[in-house]
């Protein structure tokens, strides 16, 4: 791992990745997007991993792609590269539940970062926004796309249009964050959230993430036959057998990820 693009913390079986660029406003280079990819990846594959934090910095989670690189782009060099497309595959495609701890700004691909992630705890002077449309760019990682299915049509066109950002409390009451915290406190709850995920069975969890994902991705019908043919299988699994049996003999469950 490129040491001075990230940092990773291990706390038992829940992974701390922290983009530290030398720039604290963490732009979302190419060469940060590719490395956290393959940390991501690594992580996924990784089975003492049950969950994963990804936090920025004090200042910002991420201001955004790398506006440097792309006040120099043309069109087909972005067409033939497809530019940023691979770098962020990764993200999208990871399996363990990702909590976003986010202090600071999270700016267009930062605020889409977030989103990426499952769940979102906020520092109170955190701030959302998408605001590509002031640099003449259409938000490109599901600020059209996610922020509408997190926020509904009205906020997330003000936000795509105007590219003015959100509070973090504005965020909490539209349910883009599921969390608001005093700045100090975000990557220790976060955290926390991550370590109660971790203390359950890796499939169940992967398989949660997948059929809740899926609500977001199916028709209500279709993701309701994905849910109960989950259920149904989860019946294959040891743990399942654990988890019951450790209520009915009022003890904890001693999960073997079987
Ligand atoms: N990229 C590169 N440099 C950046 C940057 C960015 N996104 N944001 C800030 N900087 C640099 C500034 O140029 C400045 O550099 P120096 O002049 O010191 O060399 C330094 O960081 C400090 O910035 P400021 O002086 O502006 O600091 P302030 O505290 O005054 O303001 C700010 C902080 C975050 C409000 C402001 O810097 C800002 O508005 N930044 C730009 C935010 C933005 O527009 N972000 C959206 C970028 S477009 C895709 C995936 C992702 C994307 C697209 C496609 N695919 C998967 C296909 C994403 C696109 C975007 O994010």
């Not at 990745?17 to 956290?36: D, F, G, Y």
């Not at 990764?90 to 691909?109: D, F, N």
């Not at 997948?210 to 609500?215: G, K, V």
């Not at 149904?232 to 079987?258: K, V």
Request: charged share 20%; net charge negative; with cysteine.
């Amino acid at each position: 791992m490129t040491a001075s693009l990230l940092q990773l913390e291990r706390h038992g079986a829940v992974a701390l990745v922290t983009l530290a660029s030398h720039n604290t406003l963490n732009p979302l280079t190419s060469e940060l997007m590719k490395e956290l990819g393959r940390v991501l990846q690594t992580l996924d594959a990784d089975t003492d991993t049950r969950a994963i934090v990804l936090t920025g910095s004090v200042r910002a989670f991420a201001a955004g792609a790398d506006i440097q690189a792309m006040a120099k782009m043309t069109y087909a060099q972005a067409v033939q590269d497809n530019y940023l497309a691979a770098e962020w595959q990764a993200l999208s495609t990871a399996r363990k539940p990702l909590v976003a701890a986010v202090r600071g700004y999270a700016l267009g691909g930062g605020c889409e970062l977030a989103m990426l992630c499952d769940i979102v705890v906020a520092g109170e002077n955190a701030l959302f926004g998408q605001p590509e449309i002031k640099l003449g760019l259409v938000p490109g990682a599901g600020g059209t796309q996610r922020l509408p299915r997190a926020v509904g049509k009205s906020l997330a066109m003000e936000m795509n249009l105007t590219g003015e950002p959100i509070t973090a409390a504005q965020a909490r009451d539209c349910g883009l964050v599921s969390r608001v915290v005093a700045d100090e406190e975000v990557t220790r709850v976060a955290l926390g959230l991550a370590q109660l995920i971790a203390r359950h069975s890796l499939p169940v969890l992967l398989t949660v993430k997948a059929a809740t994902a899926r609500a977001f991705e199916s028709t209500l019908a279709e993701g309701l036959v994905y849910e109960r043919s989950a259920f149904h299988a989860s019946f294959a699994l040891d743990d399942q057998r654990e988890g019951c049996d450790a209520f009915l003999e009022r003890r904890a469950p001693f999960f073997t990820h079987q």
